[in-house]
């Protein structure tokens, strides 16, 4: 039973994976936005959360529905709430996200050393 | 559709309405159309409040939820129609309220959400009925446009903090930035830049390097697809922030008529403007519901926007009328084509193909 309920987790996730941000391009799942996904039999119940302040929220619960209920198929009945007073911080999204919009270090004298080297190279 | 929807869809309409009376107002001013109403001399107020304060405040009663947050944009909109029908007090009053409740909605997601960026957000939102008020109390639409120039540029700005908490700015550049917009607001109030504009041109400098370093668009433009246009769009909108900035420096606009037009023209068109490009097929979806979406061809009038912003501000500098007119065509011709891009991408072609 709880192996079931696993996999059908796992398959909420990867529906909600093909949900993006769309200024981002990252989604949803790996920014963090996932509070809960809660099944009990065949009732499918997500929590997501965003800010008082963005009127996207709507269409990503709409969004994450459709992709839901499309993958778990007629038997489910999908639920998406969202919870617009939670607070997002960064370390809620996945390190490779983290990685990827890390602030780089300013190294002005390795990157005056490589445009030395570029140019010696084509000279 | 829902009824809230549906009111939302005619609120949208509404402002796009109030842009195309501030359109022609404009174009009036400028001798290129004949003058229709009373839409040339409020063509500041139908532009700032009237378009953007209507849209801004719908996006933000859609963010919040419920159908009486509607009210704040429906008055917005009451405030345009005022203006053009030519009723200017009851159209100020309208855009007061509207403002004062923008602000209080703000306020209140603030206070929910303590953060860096609700508290600029709420910041901004306070200056919209700061100008209002100056301009019910006499002041003219120019001086009262840049405190709603102000509440644009901070509402944007704030926007762009709450995306790029991802890239987990430390507290030393978070403090630049309250300094930074702490100024900006405070010289707002004290009237600048009609009474000297060195601490706000300053400021707005400082913003838009703050934002070129420090936005997530500096990252997001090495994706691909929306968020990358997005990302072109904001950054090329920054640069046109420290053109306003080096315009007031250079040329205050209580001594340069065309110092003034330069500096409004590079924020409202040439940053604020291609703000709304740049989230228009993210935002009509969730606003409206309208079914548009990202579509390479959109650069195309987002470089129209680009060279009429150009072609205007370099007319300013040069004092050449056929350079600004130029300008102010680019400009409706860029409106024109991103509309009938954006319009395109809702129709399904493949029943065409199929015929």
């Excluded at chain 1, 997500?46 to 529905?65: F, K």
């Excluded at chain 2, 550049?173 to 010289?187: D, M």
């Excluded at chain 2, 500096?263 to 309208?290: D, N, T, Y």
């Amino acid at each position: 039973m709880l192996h079931a309920k696993d996999a059908i987790e796992a398959e909420v996730l990867a529906a909600l994976r093909e949900v993006d941000d769309p200024e981002l391009g990252v989604n949803i799942v790996d920014l963090g936005l996932v509070i809960s996904c809660e099944i009990a039999s065949d009732d499918v119940s997500i929590t997501l959360m965003t800010t008082p302040t963005c009127p996207l929220g709507g269409l990503i619960a709409e969004t994450a529905a459709v992709a839901v209920g499309k993958r778990l198929g007629p038997d489910y009945t999908v639920h998406v709430r969202i919870e617009r007073d939670a607070l997002w911080s960064p370390d809620l999204a996945s390190p490779e996200v983290r990685t990827r919009f890390a602030p780089k270090p300013f190294r002005p004298l390795s990157t005056v050393r490589t445009w030395l080297s570029r140019l010696a190279g084509a000279s | 559709m829902s009824a809230s929807r549906w009111l939302r869809a005619v609120l949208a309409l509404a402002a796009g309405a109030a842009m195309v009376a501030g359109l022609s107002g404009g174009l009036a001013r400028l001798g290129l159309v004949p003058l229709l109403s009373s839409a040339a001399e409020h063509h500041g107020a139908l532009m700032i409040c009237g378009f953007f304060g209507t849209l801004i405040s719908l996006e933000r009663a859609v963010a919040r939820g419920g159908a009486a947050a509607l009210a704040i944009p429906a008055l917005a909109a009451c405030g345009s129609l005022l203006l053009i029908l030519g009723f200017t007090g009851p159209a100020a009053a309208a855009f007061l309220l509207a403002g004062l409740g923008l602000f209080v909605i703000t306020a209140e997601a603030a206070c929910r959400v303590p953060a860096l960026f609700t508290a600029v957000m709420t910041l901004g939102a306070a200056l919209w009925p700061l100008g209002t008020a100056r301009w019910l109390a006499g002041a003219s639409v120019p001086e009262a446009a840049y405190a709603w120039l102000g509440f644009l540029v901070l509402t944007i700005t704030a926007e762009r903090i709450e995306l790029s908490r991802l890239t987990k700015p430390s507290l030393v550049t978070k403090a630049i930035l309250v300094a930074i917009v702490i100024t900006f607001a405070a010289a707002l109030v004290a009237g600048q830049p009609w009474s000297g504009s060195r601490l706000l041109a300053a400021s707005l400098g400082a913003l838009a390097l703050w934002l070129c370093c420090n936005d997530i668009a500096v990252r997001t433009i090495r994706g691909s697809g929306a968020a990358r246009f997005c990302a072109a769009c904001l950054l090329l909108g920054y640069g046109w922030l420290l053109v306003a900035a080096l315009a007031l420096a250079s040329w205050p606009p209580a001594g340069s008529a065309f110092g003034h037009d330069a500096a409004v023209h590079a924020i409202g068109l040439g940053f604020v403007l291609s703000m709304v490009f740049a989230h228009a097929p993210i935002i009509l979806p969730a606003v409206i519901g309208a079914r548009v979406r990202y579509v390479p061809a959109l650069y195309g009038p987002v470089m129209v926007l680009q060279a009429a912003v150009a072609a205007r501000v370099v007319g300013d500098v040069m004092q050449s009328d056929r350079l600004i007119a130029a300008g102010a065509w680019l400009t409706l011709a860029s409106l024109v084509a991103y509309a009938a891009t954006l319009a395109a991408t809702s129709v399904d072609w493949s029943c065409l193909r199929e015929s």
